[in-house]
């Protein structure tokens, strides 16, 4: 073609131009080898409990993502120089119609993933999803959890389902998937109607930082107690963007007022480095209801985040063996 | 209260007070008593396949419908003086995470509107729930239809499942529902993936007007065909906001550019007045897609056209026995 | 009906289904029986010097307060268990074309309110609703005030008239329905005409906190403060959406650059547990400026605080009788 | 300055550049000597019985109307070389609060406007001050009337007043301003909530084009029935933009589904050229329920046909002369 | 991987999936052997002398055209089964600060295609784009045209170049890029600074359609007398959204009120058929301004329908041959 | 004309009426005489890199600047009692297609505004035209810089240009305008292709705060720091909008997640009083992507402050004189 100097690299063009795959990653849905850090869309919104709209998420976010560039200033971590990283395309749902037999599609997925040695990190859909994830990747072992959301989502059966995106984590602990004394779950708030719907959370053993308790800490203290908590086992790093405000986030199906910044989201991450991550996802970004698409950028720029640190961690442990 | 006079008819108040209860008409959720039509809405999208949003249907119906008055201007009909009619309130799903199951919910609430002898004009909800509506409003034998999509919605199995939003006719044949001799569909169009995708509707004697035709018949010729070929007997009147051109309808979950304009459907609406409806519903709002609220003013005067006509019909059975 | 279990309490059901009531409590605008608080809108914006909107806030707070359920978590309140609350419906206005009129028809409605024994919660509408609010409920004797806000609300007359919205607070003190000294305005900022704007405020006595001083003092610091000078006495609170920073509440008459954000005013709101208060308003939610609907569920949020407040008060109250 | 060639001459110049007069005419507002024909602003919406904003209607107009440029292509006049045209600025309110000095004002500022020989076009502002423009423009004797809208506005007193934006055509045929039988209103339509509504108009011998006959007749039918009625004597041209759909002018105050398109009105205002015209207006411009800028587009577009009319209008009564 | 089956046609897949190439084809930016017809975006605004943002227009009309199918349903046609149809990427701009520069690079892309024999379909960008494609295209021989659009875009120098996005025709007549006898113009309308702008198209005997002799002419007597035009010989197919009117196509740098529907246009081009187009493009496609997406979904329909005239055309030479 | 007291004051009107010129303040575009600080458009967005827009930004400046008062509350300041202000006007561009033609042509602007004693406040544009402003007014002898932004706008040659957005500065310690020691740039963040992207900014000396610097000196820190680089010389202030969060400033062509807020803006900026500013400018509001007009809003309230500093700097420069 005509475009060969900078072409072959779409990260260097132009950030408006060409197809839009995570990151302006290679795009390798038919042809998985090599990949170590795979990046998959998972559009699947039948397990809200109100506003749907997060099967879109991955096409907006993957949008969004070219403004992503290679590395990060703040840390200096370049994912790209320490792995091979590629877009894998959708765990997209067959048969989306009944949620218990949607997430064995998507568990299936993972399973691929997973027995071929990629680190997934994932753009949901809605939470319901990490589950089934976790199922693939937590296959061996139960895992550690660092968990931001506005929800402990460790709630019982509601609607006539126990696999709503209100309960994964319940579900993965119940499952051995989790290590309930190595998961910490950070900006919980917002009303009940049950005063005990995360006692599971409690009952395990589970630490619980409730955005009173974040507005005290600090970020660094949360970063303390995070590396504490999960400590060097194998973990998980799950983000839903409503533990954000939902100023920086309007586009999710259950907005909670009063979360934490963009900053410190990121202040946070960052402060997670050393942590040995096996996977991660970014979730309940529904872009109908995000008219300025603010929503997804930011989801891309926690996806970024969460990037370097499987990326380092990666290394880490390749480092170790 | 100090607020006498007017209060009591919510109708002649400022059209942005109170609650917004379909068209302001007396909400009866626990007392259906007397009722001789009910506005039911039916917040469920279980069964799209692409854009879901239509759960949020009814209630943004409700909203824009306060500016709907009492009576039709254009033809002098006003359907309180006709009839008792009333917001029953909403056909709910307890368990949504599973279509089929929804689907029965949904029968058995308009079993029991049924039961009391109420006709019922609903809003959507998706396309899938005309199919369940019809279970209960045909139970005693098959009824012709007037319908108006972008799409025959006689499709066959897709994503693992027959009972999607674009096959509910298909199944109301086939489940003996409707009489499809005596069934018209006005304003298909779009690209298709089979050519023979809507063969069903041709196969079984369906009368399909493409939109090429209805800009060739025009609105006279169009009211002439839905006379004959629905004839005397009675009718179901299904209106799907994506039979309008997407910039009337943008609320809509599978647009298609090139369809009819809304004084179109008016006057269409109107020109089937005489016809023998027993019940009707206007589908696929979905206000995610709709910032500026317009989908849903046009589905909530739909509505009232449609109210008109079930009133004059109701009335005119009365008359006949 | 068919759908009986939890089709009795509203607040069970998922959050887009059935009418808007506020905070999805029972609609009882034509039996105030029983009702120890009500929630009321008023929709009514006559009073703005600039952007209206505002007479559409109520019904738009009602649609988005159905996010919000029964219980604080920050703080373990329910209000619903503490007192019997209701929606009592909207002080519409008869004849909105002259102001001192519709403010006289708010001071009749809240007189009933206020008659009956009943604590309103009310929603705007603009701030010069404020002062016939106040009409009614401090009828017999002054009461404190703790405010929000990005202006003091204590100017003069403007565009001929004294009860536009920038004014309502000043024209309370002349009336004898506040005690000044028990006063404190938090969030004050933006440019002035005037430097003396608000000096009212300062020569009555009344706390100013800039948001200078707000941000120097930081969360405990004002809440302290606010203790302190409204003491134990009887007392109103009052929230104007634009004393949040206009990411928060674009949907607001006079946006400020520059304020205090929902997490902030949340834990400033908590703060005030222990005081008495017998009344508190969110006002001048403008939903056509709100595109997204955060503004009103900003709005929703501030009031189901309030709502807390109010409850524990009226209980301590009762108890202290 | 360094810019003096096309600088001396806005219209040549980037539309998006200085600032936005209506049409970038001279802006005019201290020094009216010489001008022939005044465009002004009415910022005022105190007359609405729904939605406001139309007070924003006069600078998004502006805005909008850098768009246009110096001459009609359809037509080939320029009304700028038939006449001074300038923009006299805003016929703003001192005292809005109260309904009927509001309109007092307007009168006594087109009054002004009148005694100069200025032919105004305004800009609205809701339909209310239609009334005390004619009360200037009229005062001498009764003017024919082609009016565009949704509605007759000939209603009675509604919500305490008969001066609100539904009533100011009956106003100003009471007060002799409007001779009726030279009077034609076309596009009505929408619910009503008294079937006597328009009673007014009938009975007075108003020629009233409902929608459904504007559909029979078509553009040229009505434009010969408007030549008919109006005949040559002075005539006054009211352009509300809710007489188009909603689709062309979502951002108004009153919307009815099922309008004339914006082509359509352009032909009609053609049509009527040959009329004498005294002057004009454009009304129910909402910009904060225009998201997208179109309605004040749309509303910019009628203005300049209006525009055109009456530059034609008073080059022929100079020639008469 | 594991999702074989139907992964293998992304179209046949939910449409929310994946990445979006133009229409889900196959995405072949580095490999365009045996291509018969290529899509290819053209990400440059920098030709526009009003709004930016057509840069955009590329990647927002893939993303929307994952609502197109493969097969027209209402001519038959299925451009994949007639031809070798693939995304071909971008010809982005790689110094993009200079007009003709830019233009240059967009001519040699477009080059490269031609001289593989490649049909042309591509998405702007802005109208000054179509300039060096027609120096690839028209390389040979002199094209005919059939151009939808609200502006004749034969104007000559303004802000001083001649390459802007109102000149492109005028400077292809004069390159010899195009036959003026076989070129037909439809849709214009707007005002204009000087009455001549256009004369280029009338001196060079280029039909030009006003807006209001297509109203006269009607969708039918348009399509003869562009068949009439542009007859047998090879012609060039450029549609410009502004073409339409606002409401369909708000996303456009340069609106002009009171165009052609969507539908009108649909009919119009597979009126086309028969004759022997060797390129298309559509144009002018502007995303910030487009907030619903609507206009990339009306361009991505227009392009579909291009895309199958393209196809019969290039089938209909081979078999020629 | 009949509104004379007040309409002599514009400031003094409702802020809906009347044109918007800068800050309401009198717009002079052909009479600069006696005019001490000189606000001024600069529509051009020819540099940026990704999304264009910034040409609309000082349109929508203006007209949410009337949202401004006079007075500066916060500091008491106000700049219209010690300078004469005024809206100068566009430096708009006559040939905007090319790059470096149209930085000389806001150089020659800025250089009548520097001739003439005046101080120039501007509203971009994108950050390219800051170049062009410096040749101007640093022409005499190199300036200090307080620089808000989320990039340090140092970098090299990128799409063929050295003149882009993202490297003004660069050029401007090149060539002699500014005074790198002198320097500070605050906020910076954001992923890079390069970590030596701003290696010059370092390698001259300059001083660089990254967002996460500036969240742990805090924003008295920050303030202390750049009263140490800048000193007491003359110095320049350039505030881009992209410094701040997107939240705050969702209208902006590179956005970057994680900056700081307006309040924090606001501070900052209040605590550079002393220092000796000879002009500033507020630059990549780009009014495409801020639907709310939040932005545009922020744009204007930072000007404000500015306005401030530059007239007590001037004030200051005249005493010590």
């Known amino acids: 073609m005509s475009k060969d100097a900078p072409a072959d690299d779409p990260m260097l063009r132009p ?8 990151m302006r990653a290679p795009y390798r849905d038919h042809d ?12 699947y919104d039948g397990g809200v409990t109100n506003r749907p709209g997060a099967r879109h998420g991955p096409r907006e ?14 840390t200096g971590v370049c994912p790209y120089d320490l792995c091979q990283v590629a877009d894998l395309g959708d765990a ?15 568990a299936a997925f993972f399973g691929d993933v997973h027995d071929r040695g990629i680190t997934p990190l994932s753009a949901g859909g809605d939470h319901s999803v990490t589950l089934p994830i976790l199922r693939a990747v937590a296959r061996d072992r139960p895992l550690g959890l660092v968990h931001f959301d506005a929800h402990c989502d460790t709630g019982d059966d509601y609607l006539g389902s126990k696999f709503h ?29 049950d005063m005990d719907l995360w006692s599971f959370s409690h009952d395990q053993g589970m630490r619980v930082i409730y955005i009173e308790e974040f507005y005290e800490l600090g970020v660094k203290g949360v ?11 194998p973990a998980y790093l799950s983000f839903d963007v409503d533990g954000l405000d939902p100023v920086y986030a ?14 410190e989201a990121q202040l946070m991450l960052r402060g997670l480095a050393g942590l040995n991550f096996v996977g991660g996802d970014v979730v309940e970004v529904s872009p109908p209801f ?32």
């Not at 080898?33 to 998959?40: A, R, T």
């Not at 997209?92 to 949607?102: D, H, M, Q, R, S």
């Open 15 to 22: 950030r408006y131009t060409g197809l839009a795959s995570f």
């Open 32 to 43: 998985w080898s090599g990949v170590e850090i795979g990046m998959i869309g998972v559009p």
């Open 61 to 74: 976010i993957r949008n969004q993502s070219s403004l992503i560039r290679r590395i990060n200033q703040a």
């Open 92 to 106: 997209w749902i067959e048969k989306p119609y009944e949620l218990e037999g949607a997430l064995d599609e998507i």
């Open 165 to 193: 995106h209100g309960a994964p984590f319940r579900r993965a602990v119940e499952e051995g998937l989790l290590d309930p004394k190595r998961c910490i779950q950070i900006g919980i708030r917002g009303s009940l109607n």
């Open 223 to 233: 970063i303390a107690e995070a590396q504490r908590v999960v400590g060097t086992g």
């Open 250 to 263: 309007p586009g999710t199906g259950t907005p909670e007022v009063g979360g934490f910044s963009t900053l």
């Open 290 to 321: 995000d008219p300025s698409g603010n929503t997804a950028l930011v989801g891309a720029t926690m996806m970024f985040e969460i990037l370097c640190l499987l990326a380092q961690s990666r290394v880490a442990r390749v480092a170790r063996v």
